[in-house]
Structures are given as C-alpha cells and as structure tokens.
C-alpha cells in the first residue's frame, strides 16, 4: 500500500515522481469510484516535506512539529488533575520520542 489514512487525511509514499503520479491516478479512482470529494485547496502534491497529525515528514524522516513541542515546554505548571491530564494528553503523542516516558510519566497517571 502507498497511502497512510488517518479519518480524512491521506499520506501518500512515492519514490519517485513518476510513480506518485501513478499512485495518484490510482486514489483519485478510487475516491471517485466511492462518490468522496477532495478539497483542492487542502491538498498537497509532489511534495518532499509535509506536515501530518503533528509531525513534519521530511527526508526519510518524522519529527515532532516545532510548535507543539513549544506548546509542551510552555504549559503552566498543572494545578489540578485537569491540568495534569491536559499536560498528560500533549505529552502522550510525543511517548515515541522520550526514552522511558511510561516510567517517567507513571506517577503523572496515577494522580
């Protein structure tokens, strides 16, 4: 499979320009076959780099966006379980990226 679907958001994996555009004559088949629309203005084509659900995609790569990780840094200290499960909620989509994270974050959990 070239495609990597998340609700109504579809990576496409090319290597190269040629077999991207084959990969998307194929989705845009199948997308008219099954009566969906695309907004044009949304979408990316031919694209090194991309953004997708908080992570940038680029040379073979996936990092952590930027500004989420500011966003973690920034959050004030918790001052109620709320907060803490807020925090806890930001952090938990970055868990691949901390070495250890569900020991270090298991007393944040048990609060």
Do not use: M, W
């Amino acid at each position: 499979s070239f495609t990597v679907n998340y609700i109504d958001d579809i990576l496409i994996f090319s290597k190269s320009f040629e077999e991207h555009i084959r990969h998307l004559t194929l989705l845009f088949q199948a997308i008219e076959r099954e009566g969906f629309r695309l907004k044009f203005a949304k979408c990316t084509f031919a694209s090194n780099s991309v953004k997708y659900l908080g992570h940038i995609i680029q040379n073979n790569s996936v990092q952590p966006l930027k500004d989420n990780l500011i966003s973690i840094r920034n959050f004030p200290t918790p001052k109620t379980q709320k907060n803490v499960r807020q925090l806890l909620g930001k952090i938990n989509f970055y868990h691949d990226y901390i070495p250890n994270a569900a020991i270090i974050l298991d007393p944040l959990h048990n609060l």
